[in-house]
Every structure is written in C-alpha cells, then in structure tokens.
C-alpha cells in the first residue's frame, strides 16, 4: 500500500511491533498516530517506522514509500547511526 492511501482511522503496525490508529493523513515524511504501546500516547511518526497496514478487509500489506520518503529516511538512519554509535 503507498503511504498517500493512509486514511485517518486505519490501523498500522510499526516495525517495533506496536499497532497504532492513524490520525490524520501523513504530511511529508510523518505520520500523526495514535500509538498503543506501553501506554496509549498520540504524536507525529516517521513513515519509515510503519512496518505494514492493515487494510479494511483485514489483510496485512506492507507500506511503500515514494522517492522522496525514501531519501528522508536514508538520512535519518544515517544521523541515527551517528548517534548511536
């Protein structure tokens, strides 16, 4: 599924197994979620940390991202490993 078809109110798991509810359509390269994890918080995510979307059938498909999604979340992991190294 491309990320432009997130409607609010579908559900997406992100990579770190935690599902969330969408909010509000994605904006760039973030995402506004409801996020279910250790307590129920809401906030702006990366798309590159949603892992798949559940689509209302309630099948399971995996989030594409477009080109400029992709460049974003290159740089990001770079300054991630930079810092976490």
């Known amino acids: 599924m491309l990320s432009k078809d997130l409607v ?6 992100l990579k770190n197994g935690w599902e ?3 909010m509000a359509k ?8 409801k996020v ?8 702006d995510c990366w ?3 949603v892992a798949t979307v559940v ?3 309630g099948r399971y498909e995996a989030l594409e991202l477009n080109d400029k999604q992709k460049k974003e979340a290159e740089k990001i992991a770079k300054l991630e490993a930079m810092i976490y190294s």
């Open 8 to 13: 609010k109110g579908m559900r997406v798991v």
């Open 20 to 22: 969330a509810d969408v």
């Open 26 to 33: 994605p904006k760039g390269t973030r995402i506004f979620l």
């Open 36 to 43: 279910y994890g250790f307590e129920t918080e809401m906030g």
């Open 47 to 49: 798309l590159k940390d």
């Open 55 to 57: 689509t209302p059938a």
